[in-house]
């Protein structure tokens, strides 16, 4: 398989769990917490999937901050996501188990934003990469 096509298949994931977060809006009550992983885990992805195209393995991490750096190596306009990538970075594990961490609408509408900022920006640099 060549990195075009595995790729794409990074996209095709993250693409999946951004419109699985969409879609849980419908919820009552919302699963906030659910909503916000679900974001982590696709700008992780399409990150990941950036990495791919140029030939990198990514690094089983699921911090946006790194691999928003290991991007930048290939384009240092990677620096105008980063705040997005920080916003999202927490909810790659938090979200996941009981830590006593208490997230309102407010943060899970700032998730999907971000969430969607990441996947324009690398879809706008690397169009290659959809489907």
């Known amino acids: 398989m060549d990195n075009r096509t595995r790729a794409q298949e990074w996209q095709r994931r993250g693409k999946m769990d951004l419109s699985s977060a969409e879609h849980l809006l419908s919820m009552r009550p919302v699963p906030v917490e659910i909503v916000c992983y679900l974001c982590q885990q696709s700008a992780e992805k399409y990150l990941k999937g950036y990495l791919v195209l140029h030939g990198n393995n990514p690094p089983k991490i699921h911090d946006l901050n790194e691999l928003c750096r290991f991007c930048a190596g290939f384009s240092d306009t990677f620096r105008q996501i980063a705040d997005q990538c920080s916003d999202l970075t927490a909810y790659g594990v938090q979200p996941r188990y009981p830590m006593g961490l208490t997230l309102e609408e407010s943060d899970m509408r ?22």
Request: glycine share 0%; hydrophobic share 55%.
């Open 110 to 131: 700032q998730a999907l934003s971000s969430a969607r900022a990441v996947r324009d920006f690398v879809l706008a640099l690397a169009p290659e990469m959809e489907q």
